[in-house]
Nanobody
Framework: QVQLAESGGGLVQTGGSLRLSCAAS????????MGWFRQAPGKEREFLAA????????FYASSVKGRFTISRDNAKNTVSLQMNSLKPEDTAVYYC????????????????WGQGTQVTVSS
């Protein structure tokens, strides 16, 4: 089992920045690739970014590429999502997730999830 807990959400104005963090506990953190997703009301959960086990490789959804940056610290068992140039359409609940395989974008293939943190971007 891997337990995940997100933090860092909140209310921000358009064009602002937020940094989300996800703390992991349980099994060996570096055994898992990590991802960030979000879900807005009435919409499906959307893949945003993923990072490989060591952090040496990342990839992003086109909707956030160039604005969001995923990173991890295996010594601290954390994964982060730096979000810049935020837009009202970025408003959603943001989730971190863990998967043994790197390269997944389908939420159904991720094994463990945090409870989510709300991000609201005001216009």
């Amino acid at each position: 089992q891997v337990q995940l807990a997100e933090s860092g959400g909140g209310l921000v104005q358009t064009g602002g920045s937020l940094r989300l963090s996800c703390a992991a506990s349980g099994r060996t953190f570096s055994d898992y690739a990590m991802g960030w997703f979000r879900q807005a009301p009435g919409k499906e959960r959307e893949f945003l970014a993923a990072i490989s086990w060591s952090g040496g490789s990342t990839f992003y959804a086109s909707s956030v590429k160039g604005r969001f940056t995923i990173s991890r610290d295996n010594a601290k068992n954390t994964v982060s999502l730096q979000m810049n140039s935020l837009k009202p359409e970025d408003t959603a609940v943001y989730y971190c997730a863990a998967d043994r395989h790197y390269g997944e974008t389908n939420s159904k293939n991720f094994d463990y999830w945090g409870q989510g943190t709300q991000v609201t971007v005001s216009s």
